[in-house]
């Protein structure tokens, strides 16, 4: 099956930062999602993107659908605390019929003070 | 508008026992997905159904995981008889799948443990 590879595990920056985490998959996507999650919760959806090359943003954060289909990106720009959590990747193979999404395994946002 | 439902939101139970999670849907979504989560093997798809009819269970781990999807806003996961290694936080998530759309909307999902 696909792999989707998400990086880095883990970013450890101060308050106002730039945060910048990406993915990348083994096959083409038709489909990415990025969600959020925080502790004791499920995934939040922050932003679906559908086109290569698209780029969306929503407040703070922007993600991009890469030019190859088989990448995309999540920028935060200015981090405030409650950005504090684990962010996912998930995309939609396109050559699957299925409805079901691969997730990537997580960046997690840790804020330090 | 209320998001995906599940109960309960924690359980503990013992060896053996038998399990079932619940899951209500986001009204008007017509799948439903069942997730597993661990810290080892991250977000794991275990089944999902399209208009109540399951399409793909080749996540379920074994024979001991079953689930129904009885009508359009509930669903059911069942662990009979539970073991340890399926601890885990089991999370139900809600579509409306239309054309590319496959943005879906998650519950805030069970934390199962058993011991």
């Known amino acids: 099956g696909q792999q989707l590879n998400q990086s880095p595990q883990s970013m450890f920056i101060q308050e106002g930062e730039d945060v910048s985490m990406n993915c990348t998959s083994s096959?083409?996507?038709?489909?990415w999602l990025w969600y959020k999650q925080d502790p004791g919760e499920g995934p939040v959806l922050l932003i679906a993107?559908?086109?290569?090359?698209e780029l969306t943003s929503n407040g703070r954060l922007t993600a991009q659908f890469g030019i190859t289909r088989k990448d995309s990106f999540l920028n935060i720009s200015a981090s405030i605390p409650s950005d504090v959590g684990i962010y996912f990747c998930?995309?939609?193979?396109?050559?699957?019929?299925?409805?079901?999404?691969?997730f990537g395994k997580g960046t997690h946002l840790i804020i330090q003070p | 508008d209320a998001g995906v439902i599940q109960s309960p939101r924690h359980e503990v139970t013992e060896m053996g026992q038998e399990v079932t999670l619940r899951c209500k849907p986001i009204?008007?979504?017509?799948?439903l997905f069942w997730y597993r989560q661990t810290m080892m093997r991250g977000l794991e798809l275990l089944i999902y159904?399209?208009?109540?009819?399951?399409?793909?269970d080749s996540g379920m781990p074994e024979d001991r995981f079953s689930a129904k999807m009885p009508n359009a806003s509930f669903s059911t996961l069942k662990i009979q008889p539970s073991e340890p290694r399926d601890s885990a936080v089991y999370f139900c998530?809600?579509?409306?799948?239309?054309?590319?759309?496959?943005?879906?909307?998650f519950g805030p999902g069970t934390r199962l443990t058993v011991t």
């Open positions: 993107l559908y086109k290569a090359g």
């Open positions: 998530a809600s579509s409306f799948s239309w054309g590319l759309n496959y943005e879906q909307y």
């Open positions: 159904f399209n208009n109540n009819v399951p399409i793909d």
């Open positions: 998930a995309g939609h193979d396109s050559g699957g019929g299925a409805d079901g999404l691969t």
């Open positions: 096959s083409i996507f038709n489909t």
């Open positions: 009204s008007g979504h017509n799948s």
